[in-house]
C-alpha cells in the first residue's frame, strides 16, 4: 500500500513507530485516557476528546477553497500522489486532503490507517461524501497532465455542441487557442508547456507565480508576471483580462479558479464573442458555409491580434507583410489540426 507524504504543516504522511508513540502518548495526557497496558482511570466517554469535536464534513470554506487553488497550480494534493487529468480521481485525493486536514485530532481512536496509507484513507466513505464539496466550484483538472490532443478536442466539442458554432469555426477559434497558449487555460505569457505558470516578473526574476499573482498582477507595485497574455487566448487588455476572472460560470464567480478551469474560458471567450464589438467576426463565425481558413485568419486578425513584431500587431501590417503572412499561415496550419482531431473522434470510421 501506498503512504501518504508529508509535505507541510497541514499535510499527512507515514509515520514511524516512535512518531506513533509520541502521539499516542500526547493524545493520552490531552484527552485524559491511559495508552492500552497502563493502569490510569479513562475519562467517561461523553468527555473523550474526539466526541467532544465530530468529524467535519460539510462544504468548503473560503481558505479551504484557497487551498484548493493552491493545489491546481502545484498539480498536487499533498498526498503522495499527483494530480492528473483525471477527474474523479483528482477529486478523491484533494477530498482526502481535506478530511484529514479537518480531522486529524477527531481521529484519535479510530482507525489507524486513516491519514496514513493512502488507499486506505481514499476508499473512506467519510471521504467520498466529501467529493461533491470539492468539485462544486467545477472539476478538479490538471490540465498539463492531459495531451494536448485530448484539450483540443475538448475545446472543439465545447464550441460546437455548447456554444452552436461550424466546425470550420471552432476550429479556426481552436487552432488560434492552440498557436497563443498550446490550449493550457493556466498559461501566463511567456512560459513554458511544462510550467505554465512560471515566468519572469515584474522586478525582473524569474517566479512560479500563485493564481491570485497572475489575476493580481500589477505594475504599479511590481507585482505579478511581466507579460500581460493569460489563459487559452492569452488575453492580454487590461478591461477583457479583469473580464475573465469576473466571468461567471456555473452560477459562479471563479475569480483566480478561472485559471484551471477550461470549460469557463471557453464560455467567456464565447460571451465576448456575442459584445457588440466582436459583431462582425461573429457574423463569420456563425456563417454555415465559412471555411477554416477564413475563420483562422478572421480570429487571428479580429479576436487575438497578435503583435509580431513590437509595437505592431499583425492586423495593422500590410497583408502581404512577410510577418502577417507568417503567422496567419501558422494559425491555419493549427485550425486544421484542431478540425482534423474533431473528426477523427467523431467520425471514427471515416
Request: hydrophobic share 40%; net charge positive; charged share 25%.
Amino acid at each position: 500500500m501506498r503512504h501518504f507524504r508529508a509535505r507541510s504543516a497541514a499535510g499527512f504522511g507515514s509515520i514511524s513507530r516512535r512518531e506513533r508513540y509520541q502521539a499516542d502518548v500526547f493524545f493520552a495526557d490531552l484527552t485524559g485516557r491511559r495508552r492500552q497496558g497502563r493502569r490510569r482511570r479513562q475519562a467517561p466517554a461523553a468527555e473523550t476528546y474526539a466526541e467532544q469535536r465530530p468529524l467535519s464534513l460539510g462544504p468548503l470554506t473560503e481558505r479551504e477553497w484557497e487551498i484548493v487553488i493552491s493545489m491546481l497550480t502545484r498539480g498536487e494534493a499533498d498526498v503522495g500522489r499527483p494530480l492528473t487529468g483525471n477527474a474523479g480521481g483528482n477529486a478523491r485525493l484533494v477530498a482526502a486532503r481535506i478530511f484529514c486536514d479537518r480531522n486529524a485530532l477527531s481521529l484519535e481512536g479510530g482507525d489507524p490507517l486513516m491519514c496514513i496509507v493512502s488507499d486506505a484513507t481514499l476508499a473512506d466513505a467519510r471521504v467520498r461524501s466529501l467529493v461533491p464539496h470539492v468539485t462544486a466550484r467545477g472539476p478538479i483538472i490538471n490540465w498539463t497532465r492531459v495531451k494536448r490532443d485530448a484539450r483540443v478536442l475538448q475545446v472543439m466539442r465545447l464550441l460546437v455542441r455548447t456554444h452552436g458554432y461550424p466546425a470550420n469555426a471552432a476550429a479556426g477559434m481552436a487552432g488560434n487557442f492552440i498557436d497563443e497558449s498550446n490550449m493550457l487555460p493556466q498559461r501566463v505569457q511567456g512560459s513554458a508547456d511544462e510550467t505554465p505558470m512560471r515566468a519572469q516578473n515584474l522586478a525582473g526574476g524569474v517566479t512560479d507565480f500563485t493564481a491570485a499573482d497572475v489575476m493580481n498582477r500589477n505594475v504599479a507595485t511590481r507585482t505579478g508576471p511581466l507579460l500581460e497574455g493569460v489563459g487559452l487566448a492569452q488575453w492580454t487588455l487590461t478591461a477583457r483580462r479583469r473580464g475573465l476572472f469576473a466571468h461567471t460560470f456555473r452560477g459562479l464567480r471563479l475569480g483566480a479558479r478561472v485559471l484551471f478551469d477550461l470549460d469557463a474560458q471557453v464560455d467567456y471567450a464565447a460571451t465576448e464573442l456575442r459584445m457588440t464589438s466582436f459583431a462582425p467576426l461573429q457574423r463569420v463565425l456563425t456563417n454555415a458555409a465559412v471555411t477554416v481558413e477564413s475563420a483562422s485568419d478572421a480570429v487571428a486578425l479580429q479576436y487575438e491580434n497578435p503583435r509580431s513584431i513590437a509595437p505592431a500587431p499583425i492586423a495593422t501590417l500590410p497583408a502581404t507583410h512577410p510577418l502577417r503572412v507568417q503567422v496567419l499561415q501558422q494559425r491555419r496550419a493549427s485550425s486544421r489540426r484542431a478540425l482534423e482531431i474533431f473528426n477523427a473522434a467523431e467520425n471514427p470510421a471515416s
